[in-house]
């Protein structure tokens, strides 16, 4: 995962901002070839494993805890 550029540049790992593109796509080869040699452990086997991968990956999104406010005529909203 690490390019030409990338070593030209002295990197000797992908750039940050690659990372999470960079570890699934390790963990789709890895889930491959766990499927592959009989190694896995979670059947029946996901048809799409990058999605089903995906799905299992820590999300870095958050739901606000703020409530929705609305403008109401004659009234002064305070946004936090």
């Known amino acids: 995962m690490v ?11 992908p750039p ?7 570890s699934t796509n390790i963990a789709i080869h ?22 089903f991968i995906r799905s299992h990956q820590y999300n870095i999104d958050y ?3 703020v409530p929705t406010l609305y403008n109401w005529p004659g009234h002064n909203v305070v946004y936090y």
């Open 63 to 65: 739901e606000t805890n």
């Open 16 to 22: 940050l901002a690659d990372i999470r593109e960079v």
């Open 30 to 51: 890895l889930a491959e070839f766990a499927y592959r040699n009989r190694l896995a452990f979670h059947f029946p086997e996901p048809a799409d494993k990058g999605k």
């Open 3 to 13: 390019t030409r550029k990338h070593l030209a540049e002295g990197r000797v790992y």
